[in-house]
């Protein structure tokens, strides 16, 4: 009778962390958008150990501020202007997950349960990213509705339209051509497809692997809905979101409890994660403890976000359709 080999029996931690996971933020559509920046700054934050940090940054300079004209009066001074720094909160995310295994499981099924585990895990961290993500824009265009006006945001009415995302787009004026991917709910997807607004992109064999519209790659996310019957189109631009990676004291771990299973013995792999991701141009207002890692209802949530840039500045814009119902 052969014997199960194990994850334990070939476990090792630092080898482990080398493997490539069958997914992972930096190989994802989203990612290769360019809507997601990786900030070395931002990784030197999340290995500060303090929750969420102060992040300073220059203003740019007030193009509304005339020159002063030259004259040849040695007596006549000119006006000067001065840099100024501005700072906004970042947060940061401390996250762990653990799959266990039963010894018995493994050999009544004669297959390696655990490995497929460690296979998967990649692909469940992509999947937590990208909810981040979207939960965090959720938030910032809530709180731009309540403490900016809207100035982000264009009502669409019933359905969707293809001046609808036009018009949200020129809310950020002359900075228009700054979006370049797009987030939106599957019906909206189906509206959009059926007014043939989808463009495919294909592999060699045929096969889509990217809806985009205008160019910009489209992404599906059930969650983006607004209120009762109504949905919430996300439109991004080139460095939406900063990201920084942390180091956690323990990446990965594998623990074994010989008395789990009545004694059958069980396996748990563990995975821990630390890291940034920041919406460009909001500053975060919630809680700051190490200990009170925001959850995705805490990223959406408006009261958790304050814009700190202009608007032509911020790489976010949303459109609102369908019909509110009571």
Known sequence: ???????????????????????????????????????????????????????????????????????????QKGKVGKAQQGEMQART???NKGYSVADLTSELANSEPMQHIRNRFGKYWERQWQRRLLSSARG??????????????????????ASAFQDAAYTAGDTADQFSAMGVHSTIMNQMVKKDLIEYIKDSEGRIILAT??????????????????????????????????????????????????GGGIETLWERKTYILHPAGFSWKGGTSTNETPTYADYAKPENWARVFDRKQVPFAAVISGTETP
Do not use: C, H
């Not at 509705?145 to 669409?156: F, S, T």
């Open 140 to 161: 910032v265009i809530a709180s731009n509705i309540i403490n900016n006006g809207g100035d982000m945001v264009i009502d669409a009415g019933a359905t969707i339209s």
């Open 93 to 95: 995310l401390y996250l």
């Open 1 to 75: 009778m052969g014997v199960t080999t194990q994850l334990k029996d070939v476990f090792v931690g630092d080898y482990y962390q080398t493997l490539d996971p069958v997914n992972s933020p930096e190989k994802t559509a989203v990612y290769q958008s360019g809507i997601v920046v990786r900030n070395p700054k931002l990784d030197e934050v999340a290995n500060n150990g303090q929750g969420s940090s102060t992040i300073s940054y220059w203003q740019d300079l007030d193009a509304d501020e005339e020159p002063n004209a030259s004259t040849d009066n040695p007596d």
């Open 213 to 262: 519209y205008l160019g910009r790659p489209i992404f599906m996310d059930d969650g983006l809905t607004f209120g009762k019957g109504q949905y919430l189109s996300l439109i991004f631009g080139t460095g939406a979101f900063g990201y920084g990676e942390g180091s956690p004291a323990n990446p990965v771990e594998l623990e074994r409890d010989a008395s789990g299973g009545n």
